[in-house]
């Protein structure tokens, strides 16, 4: 049964914390300023305790369960970056201190920096961006300043694929420039003819290209190179939308490939709570072309508050820089974990990240493609997409699916995206999970599809062991309610 | 799949139809079947103006949010304000009650140009593979 609102257990008069008579004298607010008309619940200490522990256990997260939810990377967070997290000289670190007083938060900025450059190919790194569309704004905002820099004004046309990422087009237009689709080709690739003719038409107005690699069906671009040279070609940058990074650590460098601007998502890659659990960070790298106009600020040694044994590191502004895209210097908490996380596994524990990432979806994909058909069947990257639905079971659709492996106590994938693929399930198991886990899943989506045609009202009434049962989403998303109001 | 035999087609899923000397447009059967229970439609003022392959709408369902495109070039007359409050009719009538917009065409032509019932089937047959 479903737990009631704070609102519903709220009974008048009730308080948690009785505090005691004040001893000094009560002022009034200023007339009008007060009011008595907020609902605020009224509770007991011990009914809140319940209300939220009820609802902790409700919930659903990577620290119970198996998460292969595509293109969101819910590997296993390492708790050790909790506890650095919460060390006490950063947890009680105030923005505005001196930087002589946070050398210690300083440095571990700067050599995040350093380790992201040399990880993804880069000449500088800006930690600002608060997640991973944040950073593709930043990143496209950089390229459209870099091309105004040059007094190139007339170039307002950015390319993305079909496969891209659903953020990138949206990044495009928020910054007030227009998306030209690019087709994939038959073996999940850019459609390099389909790119030569919208460069070739665009050429002068082409601000450049965003490129999820590998993309959103898990598949690396075989023309990767290709595809950068041409937008480069005709004057062009190439923005990496980074957010599928776990599938290159310590393997290929998007900096080598052509990428000019790229973020990463270190709530993804680099095992930081995410999806409720926490915020992001998506810190954006740069080439040499594109590093002055990285958001400000950056971390630098300071060498003239150097000496031989000791760096001083300091905020400093990259000359042609966009400005701040966030308040202070982004989410500290979030960089300190994923640091935590890159010295833990070093240069060789993350090549093996990707190693394992990589293995554990080709695992999954070979246990379930005869029954799920996966439509571009290649050799997948770190996560890879199949079909949820059967020509001999035509009313179950993806949605059944995902709704079914709640009872079989997973978590579903990502469904209906991409729209390339019909009733899309998007399944990334990551590198934390071991075989046996990876063997219980395929096994419920066997089981599954068996389900689907011998007993299909079975899915279509699914989830049946969860707290709630199948959510109206039509009548959800036609009603908006979206706050509680008392009766 | 439901096709309307007076009407043609577009590649982008959209028909079309004569209706005096102005052109009624929507979405087919196989789109709305496709995207499932539409939760909202955006469309056009009357007097804007669009070519054909412009986008004039968006179309959104619990699974995906999609644009809608000008099967015809031409200056908008009328839309349906009814899916605003009940975009389900686009689901349940999509070649009646769900119509979307009305257009006077610049080019008549253009509608010669699109796909009849039976090659828009065809079409589709071979999307779905």
Known sequence: MPEPLIFEISRPGRCAVALPEPDVRLSDLPGGLGRDD??????????????????????????????PLGSCTMKYNPKINEEVARLSGFVHLHPYQDEETVQGALFLMYY??????????????????????HGELTGVLMMRAYHLDRGDAKRDVILVPDSAHGTNP??????????????????GNVDLAALEAACEEHSDRLVGMMLTNPNTLGLFDEHVEEVT?????????????????????????????????????????????????????GPVGASERLADFLPAPIVAVDSERSDDEVEFY????????????????????????????????????????????????????????????????????HEFVCEGHFPDAPDVRALD????????????????????????????PT???????????????????????TDPTLLHEAPHNAPVRRLDEVWAARNLILRWKPE | MKLDPEARYAKTHEWARWDGDEIVCGITDHAQ???????????????????????????????????????????????????????????????????????????????DGLMDADTYEAFVAEEEG
């Open chain 1, 314 to 381: 300091t905020f400093v502004n990259p000359p042609k820089s966009i400005g701040r895209v966030k308040a202070f210097y982004g989410h500290f908490g979030v960089m300190v974990k994923a640091y935590t996380y890159i010295r833990m596994l070093g240069p060789e524990g993350l090549r093996r990240v990707a190693e394992y990432a990589v293995l554990n979806a080709n695992y999954v994909m070979s246990q379930i493609k005869e029954i799920y058909r996966v439509p571009y069947e290649r050799t997948c990257m």
């Open chain 2, 33 to 111: 079947e496709s995207l499932s229970d539409i939760v909202y439609v955006e469309l056009p003022e009357v007097g804007e103006v669009f070519d054909q392959g412009d986008p004039f709408g968006v179309v959104e369902s619990v699974k995906a949010a999609s644009d809608l495109y000008m099967p015809v070039g031409g200056e908008i007359t009328a839309v349906n304000e009814v899916l605003e409050d009940t975009p389900e009719l686009a689901n349940q009538d999509p070649y009646g009650e769900g119509w979307m917009i009305r257009c006077a065409p610049s080019d008549p032509a253009e509608f």
């Open chain 1, 229 to 281: 040279g041409l937008v480069h070609e005709h004057g062009g940058l190439m923005y990496g939308d980074g957010a599928n990074m776990n599938a290159l650590l310590g393997i290929a460098r998007p900096g080598d490939l052509g990428f000019d601007v790229l973020h990463y998502n270190l709530h993804k890659t680099f095992s930081t709570p995410h999806g409720g659990g926490g915020p992001g960070s």
């Open chain 1, 170 to 187: 949206a990044s495009t237009t928020m910054c007030g420039l227009h998306v030209v689709e690019i087709p994939s080709d038959a073996r």
């Open chain 1, 431 to 453: 590198e934390t999970e071991s075989k046996e886990t990876l063997d219980a899943f395929a096994n419920a989506l066997l089981r599954i599809a068996e389900e689907a045609r």
């Open chain 1, 112 to 133: 995040l920096q350093e380790f992201l450059k040399e990880i993804g190919g880069f000449a500088a790194v800006s930690l600002q961006p608060a997640a991973g569309a």
């Open chain 1, 38 to 67: 907020l609902p605020l619940p009224e509770v007991r200490e011990v009914d809140l305790t319940r209300h939220y522990t009820h609802l902790s256990q409700m919930n659903y997260g990577v620290d119970t369960g198996f998460y």
């Open chain 1, 401 to 428: 699916i995902s709704k079914r492996l709640i009872d079989y106590g997973f978590h579903p994938p990502t469904n209906y995206f991409p729209l390339i693929v019909h009733e899309a399930l998007m399944i990334e």
